[in-house]
């Protein structure tokens, strides 16, 4: 362009990614250089697109073998968990909502079988079906209804470079529409971060070299937890230069 020309410019998403904005000599969602007489430099910043986890058709129809097709209609299928009832978990990508999905088992009696979900009482596959949460590394997010069976759990793998001895596992509740502070699970029980901070090192547990640590077995309703509320949780530690990590968290919301 000529030396005290106008120019703008346009930026258009691939599928998949949306603009989130321009940076350098623009800024905000538009970029218009007027009366320009020296070099610009403008970057248009994208993200990718949240996409949520969503059940496929086997999700809750009764069969009498595991299922292995159409585990999801969105979303990549965690390894089944059970021997009937069936649960598997559709993976959100890019920071959306997992979905927890679920088949019965049919029964076989006098050699025929007999639809159904469930199966007689005291066999094993009537026992409720369990989903683990949270064994990906990063962050995770749940939709999960108030009765599901979950186990928490948390992938506690450090960094690159990094060789952290110490951990701090958190955790904060939204109920009711509010945000109550975050508080720390420690060997002493349940403590409120701000009363921690100051001698946080007598709070924290040794740094779990499995990866994989399992909180607790329970349901959201026996957290008190109803539809519209969210359990926050996660790990923490301190890097070699001391900066705190708190890359792995699980988010659970219940519908």
């Known amino acids: 362009m000529s030396s005290g020309g106008n120019s703008s410019c346009t930026a258009t998403a691939n599928s998949g990614y949306r ?84 088949a019965g088992k049919t029964c076989e009696f006098a050699g025929s079988l007999l639809p159904g979900a469930g199966c007689p ?14 064994d990906r590394p990063g962050k995770n997010r749940y939709l999960v209804a108030a009765d599901a069976n979950i186990e928490l759990t948390i992938r506690s793998t450090p960094r690159p470079g990094d060789a952290p001895t110490r951990q701090w596992l958190y955790y904060r509740l939204r109920q009711g529409g509010v945000t109550q502070p975050y508080h720390l699970l420690t060997p002493q029980g349940s403590v409120p971060l701000d009363a921690a901070q100051a001698a946080l090192e007598n709070y924290g547990y040794p740094f779990s070299p499995q990866g994989l640590t399992t909180l607790l077995r329970t349901t959201p309703q026996s957290l008190g937890l109803q539809a519209g509320d969210e359990l926050l949780y996660g790990h923490a530690y301190f890097a070699a230069d001391g900066t705190l990590i708190t890359d792995n968290s699980v988010s659970i919301e219940v519908r």
């Open 19 to 102: 603009f989130t904005g321009f940076s350098g000599d623009c800024s905000g969602t538009t970029c218009t250089l007027r009366n320009v007489t020296s070099a610009k430099s403008v970057t248009a910043n994208f993200a990718a697109i949240a996409i949520d986890g969503a059940c496929g058709s086997a999700h809750g129809k009764p069969v009498a073998k595991a299922p292995s097709a159409n585990l999801c209609q969105q979303g990549a299928a965690s390894p089944l968990q059970g021997d009937g009832p069936w649960a598997w978990i559709c993976q959100g990508q890019n920071n959306g909502l997992s979905a927890l999905c679920q």
């Open 121 to 134: 009482a005291g066999s094993t596959s009537s026992t409720p079906p369990l989903w683990s949460l949270g």
